[in-house]
């Protein structure tokens, strides 16, 4: 009896055998305990020993760097990805990865220590890890697919049940680490509370902690793997669930879609974090179409008219592709290339992949579309790992397109360079920002025409870390404290209040433009209020006074709100003017401030200092 494909492919999906041998069982045990062996002992060339003085690697962040990737994700991609144990693929998969990953983590010790960075300062760890981290994952399933079927070309449903089963394994094998150390954990404090603290002591010592930890992660990793039946009902489950939600994720999707001719598209811009949420949606509509219309099945899932509603909703996906690269754009126009914007159009250019493969096959192929889908989805799949693979390397990496994208903007005009913030570039950009300091710093005409930003940039140089606040201008100077912020040309503060304001502000004297300060007059007195402008312009600040004893802090100013959304991401701000009432309220006639005094002011403060309670 001949049987059809869709049962092929359920039976792929539901695949139960143990596809680990006993030499493979001891190999993922063994190639754990040395992996944590090797980072224990790295662990203490941080300096973490009792000597505390840093060994190799750790006096080279570039080797330091690298030799952490290829311990961690190299047997990581083994822990995943292996079959069988005895097998030459596995010589070819080390012998390809082992080298490129040295240089993956080669280039991003370069980053960090050609800008004299920790490797944990600045925004590096955490974007190379989810991006490796990812490609490795999704290169395993192939690699795990071509080592059980013996060919190049894999059957996309094999892939799916792969990718389902290692997601569980490291979700099961995370949750079974995890209970393993708060029994750890429940042991040492029985123990402490009669006395016993050796174990306590005992189970806080690395070279306790990460032997032990990856043995039992190896022993947990080989138990769930063999267990392939319970992965598969589990798998089975969440594929349940997922197909009871797809047709709620994709009414969210044509409901938003469909408000929109009624709204506009104004809202969307003003909240600059459009772009985040119609990915978010994207990406679970994707998800979730995928898990439910893995195969090619003889009875489709849900009734003609819901699945036919389900279309409806991945049709428009291209619509909601287009709308948040238009949102990604409008902030890319306005700030230039960052970091963070860039990592955010590479997922756009991804998602925008897979939305738009999928809005061309459903009304071509028709019955025949899941097919064709399905094809395409192996290839962007590979598509995708080279990609995330690719923006870590010198060949394409996003901190070099940001560090040339602000240098661009400083020097045509774009952005004013004596309120910008130098710090970005050394501390998020590493290498590449410090480059275009150098450059800046070398340009004696910017610095003679542009001298507050000649300081900003000296001042980024000689920081130790992002967040240090040493001042960088002689606080006994008002002059030269006052330069530091951005005032009013209206305005002038008084030279006494601004030495109270140098003595309390450290963060706005850290650097150029980072804060402001803003006159807010009253019948009764005049209040000078010290914005902080670079997080979040003009939505918090500090109030000072100029008393007869001198200027003072009497308090903080919040944002109430603004007539209009915008307004308070514009960044300006003249003089507040009070408004009439009981209420500490003034306003700019577009925004409303209130100020709220301390309580040590209102304790020391002189009745006569005042002509009424209000002030």
Not at 188 to 193: H, N
Not at 455 to 466: P, T, V, Y
Not at 528 to 543: A, D, L, M, N, R
Request: charged residues 15%.
């Amino acid at each position: 009896m001949r049987s059809h494909p869709s049962d092929q492919a359920t039976s792929v999906t539901m695949d139960t055998h143990d596809p680990l041998d006993t030499a493979s069982r001891y190999a993922l045990v063994i190639i754990a305990l040395l992996q944590g062996g090797v980072l224990c002992y790295l662990h203490f060339s941080l300096g973490f020993g009792a000597e505390g003085r840093q060994l190799w690697p750790a006096t080279d962040l570039r080797w330091l760097a690298a030799i952490y990737t290829l311990v961690i994700a190299l047997p990581g991609f083994f822990y995943m990805g292996l079959e069988r144990f005895r097998d030459s693929r596995n010589l070819l998969a080390a012998a390809v990865l082992a080298p490129l990953l040295f240089w993956l983590g080669w280039h991003l010790g370069w980053l960090a220590q050609a800008a004299d960075l920790a490797l944990r300062g600045g925004n590096f760890i955490m974007p190379f890890v989810a991006s490796i981290g990812t490609s490795l994952f999704i290169l395993a399933v192939y690699f795990r697919a071509w080592s059980h079927g013996g060919r190049l070309k894999v059957s996309y449903p094999q892939l799916v049940a792969y990718s389902w089963q290692n997601a569980l394994i490291l979700a099961l094998l995370g949750l079974f680490i995890g209970v393993f150390w708060l029994l750890l954990m429940l042991w040492s404090e029985l123990f402490r509370i009669i006395g016993v603290d050796v174990f306590a002591t005992v189970f806080n010592e690395p070279i306790f902690v990460y032997p032990v930890t990856w043995l039992v992660g190896g022993i947990g990793l080989v138990m769930i793997r063999s267990r392939i039946r319970l992965i598969a009902m589990v798998q089975f489950m969440c594929e349940v669930l997922i197909k009871a939600l797809l047709p709620l994720a994709c009414l969210i999707g044509v409901l938003f879609l469909a408000a929109l001719p009624f709204t506009g598209l104004q809202k969307i811009w003003d909240t600059g974090h459009a772009a985040l949420l119609m990915m978010l949606l994207a990406i679970v509509l994707l998800f979730f179409f995928n898990a439910v219309f893995s195969e090619q099945a003889e009875s489709p899932p849900y009734p003609r008219v819901l699945r036919c509603f389900v279309y409806l909703g991945i049709l428009l996906l291209p619509i909601n592709s287009l709308l948040a690269a238009w949102a990604l754009w409008l902030r890319i126009d306005q700030y230039g290339f960052t970091v963070d914007r860039l990592w955010a159009g590479v997922i756009q250019l991804l998602i925008a992949a897979f939305t738009l493969t999928y809005a061309v096959m459903l009304p071509w192929k028709r019955g025949d579309a899941l097919r064709g889908i399905h094809t395409i989805n192996s290839w962007l799949g590979i598509g995708m790992a080279v990609v995330l693979i690719a923006i870590n390397t010198p060949l394409a990496d996003l901190r070099d397109w940001s560090a040339e994208s602000q240098s661009a903007r400083l020097s045509s005009g774009k952005v004013d360079p004596d309120e910008y913030e130098y710090a970005y570039l050394r501390f998020e950009l590493g290498a590449y920002g410090v480059r275009v300091l150098e450059r800046l710093r070398a340009d004696k005409a910017f610095a003679e025409e542009h001298p507050l930003a000649a300081k900003g940039i000296d001042a980024a140089l000689a920081r130790e870390s992002r967040y240090d606040r040493t001042p960088q201008v002689d606080t006994s100077d008002p002059d030269a404290v006052a330069a530091m912020f951005r005032i009013d040309a209206s305005a002038s503060p008084p030279d006494s209040l601004m030495r109270v304001v140098a003595e309390q502000q450290n963060y706005c004297l850290s650097s150029s433009g980072l804060c402001a300060v803003v006159q807010a007059t009253s019948p009764d007195a005049d209040y000078w209020i010290v914005f902080y402008t670079h997080y979040s312009p003009y939505s918090s600040g500090e109030v000072y006074r100029q008393t007869p004893a001198g200027g003072r802090k009497i308090g903080s100013a919040s944002l109430l709100g603004c007539q209009h959304e915008e307004a308070s991401h514009s960044g300006n701000l003249g003089k507040l003017e009070r408004l009439p009432g009981p209420f500490m309220v003034f306003t700019d006639g577009e925004c409303y401030y209130q100020i709220e005094p301390e309580l040590d002011y209102l304790i020391d403060r002189p009745i006569s200092e005042d002509g009424n309670a209000g002030g």
